[in-house]
C-alpha cells in the first residue's frame, strides 16, 4: 500500500499535481472537496451538510470529514493507495487518519508540502476554470486551455467554482491556513514531510514531487 498526502493552501497547486501523480503512481486521487462537491450536487446528506462551510469558507466538521474519508478508502480501487488531496486539513484529521491506517498495517509513506505564498493564492483561485466532465483545472492566464471554455483532455465545458469568488477566496486563507500549519507541523514529526518549491511552473513542481517521492521510496531523503 503507497499512502501519499498532498498538502497545501488553497489554491497551491494539489488537485494540479495530484492527477500527475495518479497516473505516475497508478492509484486513485482522493479529494476530499472533490467528494463533498459530488455528495452536494447527489443532495445526499453530507453534501448538504458541507454546502454552508464550504460557501462560508470553512472547513467541514472533522467528524463528518473523516467519516466519508475513511468510507472512500474502503472502497477496492483504494487497496493498493490512494494520493490524497485536501485531507487532512487538521491535526484531528491527521491522528485519524494515522489510527485508521495502522489498523490495516499501513502508514503516510509521504506527505508533500507545496509551498506557495498567501500573496499568490488570490491570483490563483480567481482566474481558475474546472471541467466539468473531470475535473481538469486550467488558469486563465497561468495554465490556459488551447480553446477559451473547452477543456483539452475531454472537450467538456470549463466553470468557475462557488468558492472561487474573491470574498470567499480570502475567508477560505483566513481560516484554513493555522490548520495546514499544524498538519505540516504533525508531518514533520513523523518525519513523513516533504517540502516543495509551488511557485515554479507546474512542470518542474511536478518534476520536484517526483524527486520528493523516489528519494522517499529509496529511504534516501532528509527531513524537511
Ligand atoms: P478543496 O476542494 O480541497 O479546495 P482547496 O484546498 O481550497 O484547494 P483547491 O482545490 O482550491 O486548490 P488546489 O491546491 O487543488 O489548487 P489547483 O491545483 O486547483 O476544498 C474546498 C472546501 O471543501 C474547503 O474550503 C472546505 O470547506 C471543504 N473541505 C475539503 N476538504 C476538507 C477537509 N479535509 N476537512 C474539512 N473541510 C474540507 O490550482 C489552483 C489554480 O492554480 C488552477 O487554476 C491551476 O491551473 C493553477 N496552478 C496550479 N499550479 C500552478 C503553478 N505551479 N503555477 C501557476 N499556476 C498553477
Given at each position: 500500500m503507497m499512502l501519499v498526502v498532498l498538502l497545501g493552501a488553497p489554491g497551491a497547486g494539489k488537485g494540479t499535481q495530484a492527477a500527475v501523480l495518479r497516473d505516475r503512481l497508478g492509484i486513485p486521487h482522493v479529494a476530499t472537496g472533490d467528494l463533498f462537491?459530488?455528495?452536494?450536487?447527489?443532495?445526499?446528506?453530507?453534501g448538504l451538510e458541507a454546502k454552508a462551510y464550504m460557501d462560508a469558507g470553512q472547513l467541514?466538521?472533522?467528524d463528518v470529514t473523516i467519516r466519508m474519508l475513511e468510507e472512500r478508502l474502503g472502497r477496492p480501487d483504494a487497496a493498493?493507495?490512494?494520493?490524497l488531496d485536501g485531507f487532512p486539513r487538521t491535526a484531528v484529521q491527521a491522528r485519524a487518519l494515522?489510527?485508521?491506517?495502522?489498523?490495516?498495517?499501513?502508514r503516510v509513506d509521504a506527505a508533500l508540502l507545496i509551498d506557495v505564498p498567501a500573496e499568490d493564492?488570490?491570483?490563483r483561485l480567481s482566474g481558475r476554470w474546472i471541467c466539468r466532465a473531470a475535473g481538469h483545472p486550467y488558469h486563465a492566464t497561468m495554465n490556459p486551455p488551447r480553446v477559451a471554455?473547452?477543456?483539452?483532455?475531454d472537450g467538456s465545458p470549463l466553470?468557475?467554482?462557488d468558492d472561487d469568488r474573491p470574498e470567499t477566496i480570502r475567508a477560505r486563507l483566513a481560516s484554513q491556513l493555522a490548520d495546514l500549519d499544524a498538519v505540516v507541523e504533525h508531518y514533520r514529526s513523523t518525519g513523513a514531510l516533504r517540502t516543495v518549491d509551488g511557485r515554479e511552473p507546474i512542470g518542474e513542481v511536478s518534476a520536484a514531487l517526483g524527486a520528493a517521492l523516489e528519494a522517499v521510496a529509496a529511504g534516501t531523503s532528509g527531513r524537511a
Amino acid at each position: 500500500m503507497m499512502l501519499v498526502v498532498l498538502l497545501g493552501a488553497p489554491g497551491a497547486g494539489k488537485g494540479t499535481q495530484a492527477a500527475v501523480l495518479r497516473d505516475r503512481l497508478g492509484i486513485p486521487h482522493v479529494a476530499t472537496g472533490d467528494l463533498f462537491r459530488t455528495a452536494l450536487r447527489a443532495a445526499t446528506p453530507i453534501g448538504l451538510e458541507a454546502k454552508a462551510y464550504m460557501d462560508a469558507g470553512q472547513l467541514v466538521p472533522d467528524d463528518v470529514t473523516i467519516r466519508m474519508l475513511e468510507e472512500r478508502l474502503g472502497r477496492p480501487d483504494a487497496a493498493a493507495g490512494a494520493i490524497l488531496d485536501g485531507f487532512p486539513r487538521t491535526a484531528v484529521q491527521a491522528r485519524a487518519l494515522d489510527a485508521f491506517l495502522a489498523a490495516r498495517g499501513g502508514r503516510v509513506d509521504a506527505a508533500l508540502l507545496i509551498d506557495v505564498p498567501a500573496e499568490d493564492l488570490v491570483a490563483r483561485l480567481s482566474g481558475r476554470w474546472i471541467c466539468r466532465a473531470a475535473g481538469h483545472p486550467y488558469h486563465a492566464t497561468m495554465n490556459p486551455p488551447r480553446v477559451a471554455g473547452t477543456c483539452d483532455l475531454d472537450g467538456s465545458p470549463l466553470y468557475q467554482r462557488d468558492d472561487d469568488r474573491p470574498e470567499t477566496i480570502r475567508a477560505r486563507l483566513a481560516s484554513q491556513l493555522a490548520d495546514l500549519d499544524a498538519v505540516v507541523e504533525h508531518y514533520r514529526s513523523t518525519g513523513a514531510l516533504r517540502t516543495v518549491d509551488g511557485r515554479e511552473p507546474i512542470g518542474e513542481v511536478s518534476a520536484a514531487l517526483g524527486a520528493a517521492l523516489e528519494a522517499v521510496a529509496a529511504g534516501t531523503s532528509g527531513r524537511a
